[in-house]
Structures are given as C-alpha cells and as structure tokens.
C-alpha cells in the first residue's frame, strides 16, 4: 500500500496562498484517484479536490476559482495550490488515493468509504489575520 505524506501547511493571512505537497513512498500513484479532504473542529472530514490518473479533476463549489489540484507522476506525488483563502479554509488538510471511481465521485466521499485506499496524517492550515 502506498504510504502518503503531507506537508506545506502553517499560518497563511486572508487572500494569501499556500501549496500543499502529498508525496509518496513505497509505491506509486499511478491507477488512482487522488484526493485532498479538510476537517475543521467538529465537522466531518470532506473532500475539497480531487483528480483522476487522466488529470480530470473535480472540485467544491467552496472552492472553485480558488484552489487547484494537481499531479506529477513522476514524481509520485499530487500538489493542492490554494490561492484567495479564507478563514473558512482553516482545518486539517488530508491526502488520499481511491480506487476505482472518479474525481467528482471521490470529493462526495465520505473520510470512511472502503474505496479510499490510504490517507496521509493530515496537516494543519490555519488562515488569520
């Protein structure tokens, strides 16, 4: 199973930028769905972005125009750049690889569907002035 890690988080000001790394070890990504979740204090963890082994991607109405997923097969990894932010991005940010459905079907997940693979330790992304 392919072991995900997060990093690029910290403290970001409103309408300032962050970019989120996931990188794997001991396998690749290649054949999976990839996705970030968030998880603020007392919510439930929810898909934010998500992106095919193809490239399409699919994101929430939360935060399209804002945020963008991505990935290098080469390097094994995916990249959440996240532009615009807001107070109500603040939360822990997870990575995770799915199999065998799509980038939409992915992000409606819910953090305990069986098709989700693996998730990385999450990272906190704190957005204040």
């Known amino acids: 199973q392919v072991h995900l890690v997060e990093s690029g988080g910290g403290l970001v000001q409103p309408g300032g930028s962050l970019r989120l790394p996931c990188e794997t070890s001991g396998g690749t990504l290649d054949g999976y769905t990839m996705g970030w979740f968030r998880q603020a204090p007392g919510n439930e963890r929810e898909g934010v972005s998500c992106?095919?082994?193809?490239?399409?991607?699919h994101s929430v109405d939360s935060v399209k125009g804002r945020f963008t997923i991505s990935r290098d097969t080469a390097k094994n990894a995916v990249y959440l750049q996240m532009d615009n932010m807001k107070p109500e991005d603040t939360g822990v940010y997870y990575c995770?690889?799915?199999?065998?459905?799509?980038?939409?079907?992915?992000?409606?997940?819910?953090?305990?569907?069986?098709?989700?693979?693996?998730w990385g330790q999450g990272i906190q992304v704190t957005v204040s002035s």
């Open positions: 992106i095919e082994s193809d490239g399409k991607t």
């Open positions: 995770a690889a799915e199999s065998p459905f799509g980038a939409q079907a992915m992000c409606a997940m819910s953090s305990a569907s069986p098709f989700v693979k693996s």
